[in-house]
């Protein structure tokens, strides 16, 4: 299952040609030893990367295999961490440095305690079940903000088939009391989601939309959203999914599908300008910063993982 058919050979060359840059900026992000790494291969569909720095570990969700898998940075290795994982998907860590995961099968957002044990922080809104929630960041506050569109109800491959009770959805709970409050129902499949550096700004996916984009709203001072926007508006065939942010506040997102030369990373300026690409052999879903100074990007990209060291820090939080 971990072995990976796809041949694959690490650049000799520094800097490594996979970096293509649109912006003269993007040639400042990497490092000029840095290159893009295989860590693993053999997966059905890789996403919601997660680096865990107190044990050196990188785990992932590998969806149609049902299972979240784990990377040991130290003997390279690859192992299950759950399996069955109710389909999860999207993976962050709370600030108490507990895994939160989305589920497709469950419908929920759960967190992993200590001891093992699960807690459902999530599984229905005013009385009706959620679709299947996708992916999942936390706030400095402690309230985790979920996507949900309907994506693992449509077949037996990432979930199983039912009927959705509710709209596409981005929902909030609250750190302090779990309250499940509503952001916004009017997108059109809502997917990744991230928040700015200093946290005024959230960035969500517009995944369904024809073609597809990146919205941008301002936090309210209430933990609400408002003054809705278009950050990034991509081209047909562009298929952003899931992304993380820089202490410079760029957007670093998993991005291809439409043709080869599309795959892999796309980074945007926080307002909107492509500032470069990361080439890879396939699409990359998902990304997050990790290393002990939050400057080794980690990409999960259909089949397989890949890392590179970098010369910029992901924003905490990630």
Same mark, same amino acid.
């Given at each position: 299952?971990f072995d990976?058919?796809?041949?694959?050979?690490?650049?000799?060359?520094?800097?490594?040609?996979?970096? %293509?840059?649109?912006?003269?900026?993007?040639?400042?992000?990497?490092?000029?030893?840095?290159?893009?790494?295989?860590?693993?291969?053999?997966c059905?569909?890789?996403?919601?990367?997660v680096?865990?720095?107190?044990?050196?570990?990188l785990?992932?969700s590998?969806?149609p295999?049902?299972?979240?898998?784990?990377?040991?940075?130290?003997t390279?290795?690859v192992?299950?961490?759950?399996?069955?994982?109710?389909?999860?998907?999207?993976?962050?860590?709370?600030?108490?440095?507990?895994?939160?995961?989305c589920e497709?099968?469950?419908?929920?957002?759960?967190?992993?305690?200590?001891?093992?044990?699960i807690?459902?922080?999530?599984?229905?809104?005013?009385?009706?079940r959620?679709?299947?929630?996708n992916?999942?960041?936390?706030r400095?506050?402690?309230?985790?903000?979920?996507?949900?569109?309907?994506?693992?109800?449509?077949?037996?491959?990432?979930?199983?088939?039912?009927?959705?009770?509710l709209?596409?959805?981005?929902? %909030?709970?609250?750190?302090?009391?779990?309250?499940?409050?509503?952001?916004?129902?009017?997108m059109?499949?809502?997917?990744?989601?991230?928040?700015?550096?200093d946290?005024?700004?959230?960035?969500?996916?517009?995944?369904r939309a024809?073609?597809?984009?990146?919205?941008?709203?301002?936090?309210?001072?209430?933990?609400?959203?408002?003054?809705?926007?278009?950050?990034?508006?991509?081209?047909?065939?562009e298929?952003?999914?899931?992304?993380?942010?820089?202490?410079?506040?760029?957007?670093?997102?998993?991005?291809?599908?439409?043709?080869?030369?599309?795959?892999?990373?796309?980074?945007f300026?926080?307002g909107?300008?492509?500032?470069g690409?990361?080439?890879?052999?396939?699409?990359?879903?998902?990304?997050?910063?990790?290393g002990?100074?939050?400057?080794?990007?980690?990409m999960?990209?259909?089949r397989?993982?890949?890392?590179?060291?970098l010369?910029?820090?992901?924003?905490?939080?990630?």
């Amino acid at each position: 299952m971990f072995d990976n058919e796809t041949p694959w050979a690490p650049s000799q060359r520094y800097p490594d040609p996979r970096f %293509r840059a649109f912006e003269p900026v993007f040639h400042g992000f990497r490092a000029m030893n840095g290159t893009v790494e295989k860590l693993a291969g053999g997966c059905r569909w890789a996403e919601g990367p997660v680096w865990l720095g107190d044990q050196r570990a990188l785990l992932w969700s590998d969806i149609p295999n049902n299972c979240i898998l784990r990377w040991d940075e130290e003997t390279g290795q690859v192992t299950p961490f759950r399996r069955p994982a109710n389909f999860a998907n999207g993976n962050t860590r709370d600030r108490q440095g507990r895994l939160v995961t989305c589920e497709h099968l469950g419908r929920r957002v759960t967190r992993t305690e200590y001891d093992g044990g699960i807690t459902v922080l999530a599984d229905r809104y005013q009385g009706r079940r959620l679709n299947s929630p996708n992916d999942v960041v936390v706030r400095s506050d402690g309230s985790i903000w979920f996507t949900d569109p309907s994506f693992g109800l449509g077949g037996y491959i990432e979930g199983e088939k039912a009927e959705a009770e509710l709209p596409h959805g981005v929902y %909030r709970i609250d750190g302090q009391s779990g309250a499940v409050t509503l952001l916004t129902d009017e997108m059109e499949g809502p997917n990744g989601l991230a928040f700015s550096p200093d946290e005024k700004t959230l960035y969500i996916v517009e995944s369904r939309a024809e073609p597809r984009r990146i919205l941008a709203f301002d936090v309210t001072a209430e933990g609400g959203i408002a003054n809705r926007r278009v950050a990034v508006q991509c081209a047909p065939g562009e298929t952003p999914d899931g992304f993380r942010l820089d202490t410079q506040g760029n957007l670093w997102c998993g991005w291809g599908m439409g043709s080869a030369e599309l795959d892999g990373v796309r980074v945007f300026s926080p307002g909107g300008t492509a500032l470069g690409h990361i080439d890879l052999p396939e699409r990359c879903a998902n990304v997050c910063f990790g290393g002990r100074h939050r400057n080794r990007l980690f990409m999960a990209a259909s089949r397989s993982i890949y890392s590179v060291l970098l010369n910029v820090q992901g924003a905490p939080g990630g």
